[in-house]
């Protein structure tokens, strides 16, 4: 039986990472980043935001990003991430949830993210539609971990519930 227990916050997780390869764009966070390099694998390898979907999919224990978009269909070979982020985002507000705020980590040996931060997290807060000061993101390099040609992204996201519909009494005479 389900249960009516309805928590009035919910966090949610996400994690991805992709292969750097020659002679294709890089994006990170929706946006296009200067780099002689690009990530490759599903869609348009954007790893900041497929890790945003998931934590936002994660929240609401929906299906993850995979099950909704397989790397397996050509459909979404070179898609734009945001579709995904949008679908996500619709789930969370169908749920009656909206984002309070978004904190995310990439690793990654190159390029230097830190002139593109401020844009990055004003990108990603116009997409979430929530304020640029919701939206933490640190870059590390992958020190000791031998990944050099690789980019990670962990991100936690806070849903808070909306207001509930107002229950409408009958009453009494
Ligand atoms: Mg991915």
Request: proline fraction near 9%.
């Amino acid at each position: 039986m389900p249960t009516k227990h309805r928590p009035t916050m919910r966090i949610g997780y996400g994690f991805d990472s992709h292969e750097f390869r020659p002679g294709i764009p890089l994006k990170i966070g929706g946006m296009t980043l200067p780099h002689d390099k690009g990530l490759g694998g599903h869609s348009d390898g954007d790893v900041l935001l497929h890790a945003i979907t998931d934590a936002l999919l994660g929240a609401i224990a929906a299906p993850d990003i995979g099950a909704l978009f397989p790397p397996s269909d050509p459909k979404w070979n070179g898609a734009d991430s945001v579709i995904f982020l949008r679908e996500a985002l619709r789930r969370t507000r169908d749920a009656k949830y909206a984002v309070a705020n978004v904190d995310a980590s990439l690793i990654l040996a190159a390029p230097k993210i830190g002139p593109h931060t401020a844009a990055i997290r004003a990108r990603i807060a116009d997409l979430l539609a929530i304020p640029a000061d919701c939206v933490g993101l640190k870059a590390k390099t992958p020190e000791g971990l031998n990944l050099e040609n690789a980019a990670i992204a962990h991100v936690v996201v806070l849903l808070e519930a909306g207001k509930p519909a107002p229950t409408k009494k009958r009453k009494k005479r």
